[in-house]
């Protein structure tokens, strides 16, 4: 039971302690101690009717008892913890608040704070709202672990000595920190999808815990790219049970038994595509939502109207260029013109060195040289992509690939 409760409530335990402490590594020593002491009482006492409640109660009385400990090194911190303990309030009644006031909500907003580096603002929001590992985060950046963790240290470092708050701005500064907080939650969100490494294809509880924010921060502010965002998010997540199979190996989205799509997560973000369009001038988010609207409303992959799709990501370059955008162009153009003419966009993408790195341009080109017959260039293309994949269902889909090629 405390597992289950660790994997469902622990991170909101975290934000919830921070905002109370006003300190990230007090925070999480405290929410440590607060789940060790559940997994010493728990069995005996049974568990509590409000299991978070409860953590968040043990782990404040155990930060005020920590910084106690801490009074002959810092003659401010008795005034500091008498602070703390005078917070009052009816901790059950708040924990279960689910208003625009989230914990959570809050906690992004000051890890997404203009005063960080934008690259220390999405690792900590990995680190400290989703919950990732310092191994996890790197690898997803490419770098090594230990710069990773110093860029994190950095940032709790800039928050504490910078006195940023824990709180959501106010209705005339979000504007400006929408893009920042849009951003890492679409990260989360291709986290979970889509995961960097490990031995799923998918993380489910990065997923449910990115459209969540999603969905509070469009409530919280209704503009087009926010609706956009979780829309996008929506119908991604509507394919995310057709995506693997019982053994959890990739099903690619043409080959997807399309009856396990889930009908009423499409219904919704098809409905949020539209008011996200209305503007007039939609985003980058609200023109991917499109793009993946048209692949909900296919009934099959043969009828997808791949020059829609070709014309939404012309539009999605104007807006938002990026050669991880001209690759997926080109997936698309390789639908609807044929493999030889989406082949040359991606060699020119290959040739300008651009996405050398990224496994999926080398595992897009492989394909297309496949379907062409060039099976040299596809062997090495998969080779390429085996190199630089570090999601197992991936490697597997990538070697039974390179198994099906005919031999020479």
Not at 52 to 65: E, P
Not at 222 to 243: F, I, K, N, T, W
Not at 281 to 304: E, F, L, M, N, W
Not at 321 to 350: F, Q, Y
């Amino acid at each position: 039971m405390v597992d289950e409760v660790y994997r469902a409530e622990s991170r909101r335990v975290l934000a919830t302690l921070i905002r109370l402490l006003g300190d990230f590594d007090l925070a999480e020593d405290a929410m440590l101690e607060a789940f060790r002491a559940a997994v010493e009482r728990w069995p005996t006492e049974g568990v509590p009717a409000n299991p978070r409640a409860w953590l968040v109660s043990a782990g404040r009385f155990r930060g005020i008892d920590a910084i106690r400990k801490r009074v002959r090194f810092n003659a401010a911190l008795p005034q500091l913890a008498e602070q703390i303990e005078a917070q009052t309030v009816d901790i059950a009644d708040w924990v279960e608040d689910e208003s625009v006031e989230d914990d959570r909500l809050r906690l992004i907003f000051t890890c997404c704070h203009p005063a960080l580096q934008p690259d220390a603002r999405l690792a900590l929001t990995l680190r400290e709202v989703c919950g990732l590992t310092t191994d996890e985060i790197a690898r997803a950046f490419l770098i090594a672990p230990t710069t990773l963790a110093q860029r994190i240290v950095r940032a709790k470092t800039k928050i504490r000595d910078a006195g940023i708050p824990y709180q959501v701005p106010s209705l005339a500064d979000l504007p400006d920190r929408l893009e920042t907080v849009l951003h890492v939650i679409y990260l989360v969100f291709n986290e979970g999808y889509s995961a960097s490494s490990g031995d799923t294809v998918t993380r489910a509880d990065l997923c449910a815990e990115a459209i969540r924010l999603g969905r509070l921060l469009a409530d919280l502010l209704p503009q087009p790219e926010a609706v956009g965002l979780l829309a996008l998010m929506l119908l991604h997540d509507s394919r995310r049970a057709a995506r693997t199979s019982i053994d959890g190996d990739l099903i690619l989205l043409d080959v997807q038994d399309r009856s396990k799509w889930d009908i009423e997560l499409i219904k919704e973000g098809s409905a949020l595509v539209k008011r996200a369009m209305a503007s007039g001038s939609p985003g980058p988010y609200s023109i991917q939502a499109a793009i993946t609207a048209v692949h909900a409303r296919a009934r099959d992959a043969a009828s997808t109207d791949w020059a829609e799709i070709v014309a939404l990501y012309d539009a999605l370059i104007r807006t938002n260029p990026s050669p991880i955008v001209e690759l997926n162009r080109a997936v698309a153009v390789a639908m609807r013109d044929g493999p030889e003419i989406g082949l040359a966009i991606i060699e020119d993408i290959l040739s300008r060195g651009d996405l050398d790195d990224y496994h999926l341009v080398h595992s897009a080109h492989a394909d297309l040289c496949r379907r062409l017959g060039r099976t040299q260039q596809a062997r090495q293309s998969y080779l390429r992509a085996l190199e630089l994949t570090k999601q197992k269902p991936e490697r597997r889909f990538l070697m039974r690939r390179l198994d099906e090629l005919p031999t020479q």
